[in-house]
């Protein structure tokens, strides 16, 4: 099993403020995708990247793939509270997506 | 709508009695997959399906059975549930395995075996 590593963990910041995510693998991944969960719900895909050094965005988000396929990023310009949530990295595999454990994020007002 | 549906949403029920949580879909996707959640592992695929009448092991399936005789159904079995099975359950679809396609996932069954 492919494993991903998301950091940091929790995430705490005030409204209006820049933060970014990160997530590492020590395997290549064909394709990365992106998800956002909030409490009680299941995870709603926000994006996804293919392409070595693939730049999306997404409003104030903005997603990058690694050249070498293996990490990702997720940048938030402007934190707004309602990008509170659980920001979950999967990697997408022949037989489905490995998950990484997630980033909570809380954007307090 | 879109959407994949799961039944019940909250289940408590007692070591070893047979219980199955449903989940259909409404967008014709080849792809399901059973996942659960549990606070420090994050989400663990339990069994996934290809199409219909082709089922596979995921990454924790032992406990668990399902069954793929319908496209739109897929749902989760668990024979003899035990408490290490308490867990938030999620069922997920899509075009594809995952590779290039996202995944429509369920508002979950949060499963508490006593």
């Known amino acids: 099993t492919q494993l991903l590593e998301q950091s940091p963990q929790f995430l705490s910041i005030q409204e209006g403020e820049n933060l970014t995510v990160y997530c590492n693998s020590s395997?290549?991944?064909?394709?990365l995708q992106w998800y956002r969960q909030e409490p009680g719900e299941g995870p709603v895909l926000l994006v996804t990247?293919?392409?070595?050094?693939e730049v999306k965005k997404l409003k104030r988000l903005t997603f990058q793939f690694g050249d070498a396929r293996k990490d990702s990023s997720l940048h938030i310009t402007a934190a707004q509270p309602g990008d509170t949530g659980l920001y979950l990295c999967a990697g997408g595999g022949a037989d489905g997506l490995t998950f990484g454990k997630g980033t909570h994020l809380i954007i307090q007002p | 709508e879109a959407q994949v549906t799961q039944n019940p949403r909250y289940l408590i029920t007692v070591t070893g009695k047979k219980l199955t949580v449903t989940c259909s879909q409404n967008?014709?996707?080849?792809?399901m997959s059973w996942y659960r959640q549990d606070p420090g592992l994050g989400l663990r695929q339990i069994y996934y399906?290809?199409?219909?009448?082709?089922?596979d092991k995921g990454d924790v399936p032992e406990g668990y059975k399902v069954s793929r005789k319908e496209k739109r159904n897929f749902p989760l079995i668990l024979e003899s549930p035990s408490p290490n099975q308490t867990s938030l359950y999620f069922c997920a679809s899509s075009s594809g395995a995952g590779l290039f396609y996202g995944y429509t996932f369920g508002s979950g069954t949060r499963l508490t075996v006593v």
């Open positions: 967008m014709n996707h080849e792809y």
């Open positions: 399906s290809m199409n219909v009448e082709v089922t």
């Open positions: 395997s290549v991944f064909s394709s």
């Open positions: 990247v293919v392409t070595g050094g």
